[in-house]
């Protein structure tokens, strides 16, 4: 069985700084496309940032220059490194696998919640 297990959320001033983390386990890791989404209540879950299966990695327009996602594939984690929090970082983040690198996420966390405040 596949699990994925988000841990690092927190509350934190604005311009503070925060590592998401997402260990995952049940599957062959360095296999399979990995990636960061965040979601506010009532508004649809986005992307933030993305890990190819070469390690390639994409950022949100919307949070390039502040968010960095990375692996640490002796320890199955992929993490989400976020600097100069802002309040409108403030969601629910989830980290997602999917097997096929074809967008398709087929495995969730349960996610870790983020509140940034002024």
């Known amino acids: 069985e596949v699990t994925l297990v988000e841990s690092g959320g927190g509350s934190v001033s604005a311009g503070g700084s925060l590592r998401l983390s997402c260990v995952v386990s049940g599957y062959r890791w360095q296999s399979w496309c990995m990636a960061w989404f965040r979601q506010v209540p009532g508004e649809k879950r986005e992307p933030v940032a993305t890990?190819?299966?070469?390690?390639?990695?994409t950022i949100a327009d919307s949070v390039k220059g502040r968010f960095t996602v990375s692996q640490d594939n002796a320890k199955k984690t992929l993490y989400l490194d976020i600097d100069n929090l802002m309040p409108e970082d403030t969601a629910m983040y989830y980290c997602?696998?999917?097997?096929?690198?074809?967008?398709?996420?087929?495995?969730w966390g349960q996610g870790t919640q983020v509140t940034v405040f002024a």
């Open positions: 997602a696998a999917d097997p096929r690198c074809t967008s398709n996420y087929e495995y």
């Open positions: 890990i190819n299966d070469n390690e390639m990695t």
